[in-house]
């Protein structure tokens, strides 16, 4: 099982950036994916999630910023993130049953 983060990277504040996962070893049709986020000296926070179905889930302070989405033909999860704030500075993990290695964002 692999799932392998891209995309972060050094933006300033207002910019955009797409990070995207590709899975593979596990049947990806199957798995609500999500996004988790590490920010210095701070907890794990659920960024958002999406269902089998389609459905999504985001956090109030990414709520309008953010937009996830999967592409269930090339076992890939997205994550496209607009306006983004200092606030949003963390390692970023995709996760289901199985996590990445994450892939930094930040902001300055």
């Known amino acids: 099982v692999q799932l392998v983060e891209s995309g972060g990277g050094l933006v300033q504040p207002g910019g955009s950036l797409r990070l995207s996962c590709a899975a593979s070893g596990f049947t990806f049709d199957d798995y609500d994916m999500g996004w988790i986020r590490q920010a210095p000296g701070k907890e794990l926070e659920w960024v958002s999630y999406i269902s089998t179905g389609g459905r999504t889930f985001y956090v109030d302070s990414v709520r309008g910023r953010f937009t996830v989405s999967r592409d269930n033909a090339k076992n890939t999860l997205y994550l496209q993130m607009n306006s983004l704030k200092t606030e949003d500075t963390a390692v970023y993990y995709c996760?289901?049953?199985?996590w990445g290695q994450g892939t930094q964002v930040t902001v300055s």
């Open positions: 996760a289901t049953a199985y």
